[in-house]
């Protein structure tokens, strides 16, 4: 049974830090392309950014690129989203999500496999 479980959300300041981690079980890790998305309360869910099986290549989307840091590390079977100089805008639930590629890259829709969500709130 496939799990991903994410944690580190929580309160923060406008301008502070904050650093998800989503734990994956129950799959070969390594194989899978990993994602964050979120969701703002009335909004669609969004791709935040996303990274290969090797951490090679990585995508942000534009509102976050500068700003947020995705990684893995493959020997832990967990995926990170390091989180800085975030703003009211930023304030949604991130999901982590894992895509079982076959051509070795980053992606960007068809994710098999999603976590329950982390709460992420930015006081401003």
């Known amino acids: 049974q496939v799990q991903l479980v994410e944690s580190g959300g929580g309160l923060v300041q406008a301008g502070g830090s904050l650093r998800l981690a989503c734990a994956a079980s129950?799959?070969?890790?390594?194989?899978?392309?990993m994602g964050w998305f979120r969701q703002a309360l009335g909004k669609e869910r969004e791709l935040v950014a996303t990274?290969?099986?090797?951490?090679?290549?990585?995508y942000y989307t534009s509102s976050v690129k500068g700003r947020f840091t995705i990684s893995r590390d493959n020997a832990k079977n967990t995926v990170y989203l390091q989180m800085n100089s975030v703003k009211a805008e930023d304030t949604a639930v991130y999901y982590c999500?894992?895509?079982?590629?076959?051509?070795?890259?980053?992606?960007?829709?068809?994710?098999?496999?999603w976590g329950q969500g982390t709460q992420v709130t930015v006081s401003s």
């Open positions: 999500a894992a895509d079982r590629t076959y051509h070795g890259g980053v992606a960007f829709q068809g994710y098999d496999y």
């Open positions: 129950g799959l070969t890790f390594r194989t899978y392309a």
């Open positions: 990274i290969n099986w090797n951490g090679v290549s990585t």
